[in-house]
């Protein structure tokens, strides 16, 4: 005999409404109340209380937080619904949010201006917290973690298509030398020319290949595909996310009048600016510096250099 299905996924109109009563349930502390701060029927909710058993455990935190509140009379109303958060044991826990911890606004604008820069740090400038924050977040919640990767996707797309754009032949930005004469050949022996010939030969006349494809030279055959194996284990992981994101997309419902309002930015020229005209910091250390190196995971260096590269300076070299 089949299992029974779970209940049917809430559409993003329902997942709003969701929102708005648990903010008003955290405020009121009577589902009578927040349905009618909402306008939204307190039978409705019930009955998706009684589907739904995450929205339960959100409406029994909302409850919580509201009995807590009424019971210290200086405590201001909450407005911030209760994170769960996954520790470092690998247990889940519900914390209350606290003054100077990250908003969903915060988190909302940092996401904004992610998917217009691709760049964390400057994103995270932009939302008024220090990129470490964000990290830390999408290591405690898968989804945040999936809106920043949609995020850094988006970016990541929108820039690709500026260069495309400046890269194409009808632009004509790098050309100038083909309609100018040559130059003299140097002289060179035979030894040279075969030299050179030899080292060009796959740029000039071969197509090339993948490189996670490329078996490496400390590698063995097993080694290598091991990890090519691991490669396509990961980009099928990744086709399946976006599949269950297409699904998703489908169900949404439209727009609906408790649509958030889109986050407030500043102008994200004006704080690239204000990241340039900063001193070089190793992060290390704590100590201002001249091109302070910074190892990273992979056992490159990386050094600032704020006047060659964008957006605070940071440049990965192999040395």
Request: net charge positive; no cysteine.
């Amino acid at each position: 005999m089949p299992a029974p299905a779970g209940p049917r996924p809430l559409t993003r109109v329902q997942a709003l409404e969701n929102r708005a009563f648990l903010a008003a349930l955290r405020a009121t502390g009577n589902a009578h109340a927040a349905a009618r701060a909402t306008g939204i029927g307190r039978a409705k909710m019930l009955k998706r209380r009684a589907a739904h058993p995450a929205f339960a455990t959100a409406w029994d935190a909302a409850l919580a937080v509201a009995q807590a509140r009424l019971a210290d009379p200086a405590a201001s109303p909450v407005r911030e619904a209760p994170r769960l958060v996954r520790l470092k044991s690998g247990k889940v826990q519900l914390r209350a949010h606290r003054p100077g911890r990250l908003t969903r606004a915060a988190e909302q604008a940092f996401l904004s201006a992610l998917s217009a820069s691709a760049n964390v740090r400057l994103s995270a400038r932009a939302a008024g917290f220090s990129h470490a924050a964000f990290y830390a977040r999408a290591r405690e919640h898968d989804g945040f973690a999936r809106e920043m990767r949609l995020a850094i996707q988006r970016g990541y797309e929108r820039l690709e298509l500026a260069l495309l754009d400046s890269t194409l032949a009808e632009a004509h930005a790098d050309d100038d030398w083909r309609h100018n004469d040559a130059p003299a050949m140097p002289p060179m022996t035979p030894d040279q020319a075969l030299q050179l010939l030899h080292l060009h030969h796959r740029t000039a006349e071969l197509w090339g290949y993948l490189h996670h494809e490329r078996r490496l030279p400390y590698e063995t055959s097993e080694e290598m595909q091991q990890r090519v194996a691991t490669v396509w284990r990961a980009k099928q992981r990744r086709f399946r996310e976006d599949d269950a994101i297409a699904a998703a997309a489908t169900l949404a419902g439209g727009r609906t009048r408790f649509e958030p309002p889109p986050p407030v930015l500043p102008d994200l020229a004006q704080v690239a600016a204000a990241m340039d005209r900063e001193p070089a910091r190793d992060d290390t250390e704590g100590e201002a510096g001249d091109e302070a190196p910074v190892a990273t995971a992979n056992g490159r260096v990386r050094r600032r250099h704020p006047g060659k590269a964008l957006f605070g300076g940071w440049r990965v070299g192999n040395t």
